[in-house]
C-alpha cells in the first residue's frame, strides 16, 4: 500500500506542476488532458470534491475551444463525484448537462457505455432521495445496455445497487439473488474496498433476515476482513492525501500570486 500511495502522490505532484506549466503557456488541447488525469486521480485517493473541481476546469477549457467529443463523458463523472458528496441536486443538473452532449461521443462503444452510466448515475441519484423502485428501473437498463456490449466488469456494481434497492424495499429473496451475483463478479474481475464492504454486509444482514443464519455469519467474517484491510489502507491513505493536499495548496497558491504579481505590474 505504501509504495503505491508515494506513487499517486508523486503522479499527481507531477501533473499539478505540469498543469501549473500548461496555463502559463497557455496551452490548452494538452492541459486537458492533464486537468482530466488529475480528475481521475483525485477519484482514485477518494478526494472527490478535488476530482470535481479539476474535472470542471477541464469542461471549461473544452467548451471555450469547442471540443465537445467526450465533454458528456467528463460531465458524467462530475455527476458521481457529486453523488459521493451527496450533492444531489447539482448532480442532477451535471447528468442533464452531460445527456445535451450524448450525440457528440463519435465512438459507438463509448455511446453506448455512456448510456449505461447514466442510468447507473441515474439510479444513485434516485436511491439518494430514497427512491428505490423507480431505481431498480435505471439498473435493469443499464445492465441489459452492458449485456449488449459484452461488458463483464460493470454489472457487478450494477447488481449491487439492485439488491440494495431490493432490501430497502424488503425483497429479502432478490437482493440474495443479485447480491450473490454481484459478489461471484467481484470475486472474478475484483472490485474497490466499499463495494466488497457493502455487498458483504448486505448479504450477511439479509441472509440473518431470512433464518439463514450460517450464510449470514460467513458474509459477516468476510465483511469484518474488507473492514480490517481497508483500516489498514487508510492509515497509508491518511499521510498520503495529506502531501496530495499540500501539494495543491502549494500549487493554487503559487497560482494565486502569479496573478498577483502580472496585476501589480
Not at 500548461?22 to 488541447?29: A, H, I, M, Q, Y
Not at 472527490?48 to 465537445?68: C, M, P, S
Not at 450524448?102 to 455511446?111: G, L, Y
Request: aromatic share 12%.
Amino acid at each position: 500500500y505504501q509504495v503505491g500511495n508515494q506513487k499517486k502522490a508523486l503522479g499527481i505532484e507531477h501533473l499539478l506542476k505540469a498543469d501549473y506549466e500548461l496555463e502559463k503557456r497557455v496551452e490548452k488541447n494538452l492541459r486537458i488532458r492533464v486537468l482530466e488525469t488529475l480528475g481521475f486521480s483525485f477519484d482514485h485517493v477518494g478526494m472527490y470534491q478535488k476530482a470535481a473541481d479539476y474535472f470542471n476546469k477541464a469542461i471549461e477549457i473544452r467548451n471555450e475551444t469547442n471540443q465537445y467529443d467526450d465533454i458528456a463523458l467528463i460531465y458524467l463523472e462530475v455527476v458521481f463525484d457529486l453523488v459521493a458528496l451527496k450533492k444531489f441536486d447539482e448532480a442532477k443538473l451535471y447528468l442533464d448537462k452531460a445527456k445535451s452532449f450524448a450525440s457528440e461521443i463519435k465512438n459507438k462503444r463509448n455511446r453506448k457505455w455512456f448510456e449505461a452510466r447514466t442510468h447507473d448515475a441515474a439510479g444513485q441519484l434516485l436511491m439518494g432521495q430514497g427512491k428505490y423502485r423507480e431505481a431498480l428501473d435505471d439498473y435493469f437498463l443499464a445492465n441489459k445496455i452492458a449485456q449488449e456490449f459484452r461488458d463483464e466488469d460493470t454489472p457487478k456494481y450494477f447488481n449491487s445497487y439492485i439488491a440494495q434497492c431490493y432490501q430497502k424495499l424488503g425483497d429479502w429473496e432478490k437482493s440474495i439473488l443479485f447480491g450473490e451475483k454481484s459478489y461471484k463478479q467481484i470475486l472474478k474481475s475484483g472490485g474497490e474496498d466499499w463495494l466488497k464492504i457493502n455487498t458483504s454486509s448486505l448479504l450477511s444482514e439479509v441472509y440473518e433476515k431470512t433464518g439463514q443464519s450460517n450464510r449470514a455469519f460467513d458474509y459477516l467474517k468476510k465483511y469484518r476482513s474488507y473492514i480490517k484491510e481497508k483500516e489498514e489502507q487508510d492509515i497509508t491513505n491518511r499521510s498520503t492525501n495529506l502531501a496530495i493536499e499540500n501539494f495543491t495548496q502549494k500549487n493554487e497558491q503559487e497560482k494565486a500570486e502569479k496573478k498577483k504579481e502580472k496585476l501589480d505590474l
